[in-house]
């Protein structure tokens, strides 16, 4: 970068950085940021895939006990042939 680049980057910055309605777009990202990171750290997605796979697999023994093929249960459930055989 040239000398006059970087004064004109650093006169844009200053000017951002004085705008309020930028200063506030800039802390919604952090904290969204923030909150998605706590999100992760906690888990919580994998604990709702392991959620939604524990009620697939409820629904399917409830079709397996009304006696309805596994090729149904499989397309209901989005569980394999493999997975609905080993319930």
């Known amino acids: 970068?040239?000398?006059?680049?970087?004064?004109k980057a650093k006169q844009v910055l200053e000017e951002i950085?004085?705008?309020?309605r930028e200063i506030y777009l800039a802390e919604l990202r952090e904290k969204y940021i923030?909150?998605?990171k706590a999100i992760e750290g906690a888990g919580y997605d994998k604990g709702?895939?392991?959620?939604?796979?524990?009620?697939k697999i409820q629904i399917a023994k409830k079709l397996l006990s009304q006696k309805?093929?596994?090729e149904t249960i499989s397309e209901?459930?989005?569980l394999t042939?493999?997975?609905?055989k080993k319930l």
């Open 76 to 78: 209901v459930t989005g």
């Open 17 to 20: 950085s004085q705008d309020e």
């Open 1 to 7: 970068m040239s000398n006059k680049q970087v004064k």
């Open 48 to 55: 709702l895939a392991a959620g939604i796979q524990q009620e």
């Open 68 to 70: 309805i093929d596994l």
């Open 34 to 36: 923030k909150k998605q």
């Open 81 to 84: 042939l493999e997975e609905l």
